[in-house]
Nanobody, 121 residues
Framework: QVQLMESGGGLVQAGGSLRLSCAAS????????MGWYRQAPGKQRELVAS???????NYADFVKDRFTISRDSAKNTVYLQMNSLKPEDTAVYLC???????????????WGQGTQVTVSS
């Protein structure tokens, strides 16, 4: 099994910054991708950003030029630096990790418990 430990959420004023972290531990051979999703009340979960083992990144249009995703492969940790936050960024942010337990095992999708980000106007 894979465990994810998230941290870094909180309350911030519009225009402020927050940094989220998510550390993966457990039965991990390799991690092809790590990412962040968010879910606001009454809305569907949506992808915020993802990063792959080769360094490629993918961002939702609504966070481009404001958020930056990065990873420390040695620590199996992914970060999300969020700048110029807006009230509409308010949501629960969830970490997602795709991993393989061994070279021949099937993929495992793991989710963090979520961390609340609230942006006041």
């Amino acid at each position: 099994q894979v465990q994810l430990m998230e941290s870094g959420g909180g309350l911030v004023q519009a225009g402020g910054s927050l940094r989220l972290s998510c550390a993966a531990s457990g039965s991990i051979f390799r991690i092809p991708s790590m990412g962040w999703y968010r879910q606001a009340p009454g809305k569907q979960r949506e992808l915020v950003a993802s990063i792959f083992s080769d360094g490629r990144t993918n961002y939702a249009d609504f966070v481009k030029d404001r958020f930056t995703i990065s990873r420390d492969s040695a620590k199996n940790t992914v970060y999300l630096q969020m700048n110029s936050l807006k009230p509409e960024d308010t949501a629960v942010y969830l970490c997602n990790v795709v991993s393989y337990r061994t070279m021949l095992s099937t993929r495992t999708d793991s989710w963090g418990q979520g961390t609340q980000v609230t942006v006041s106007s």
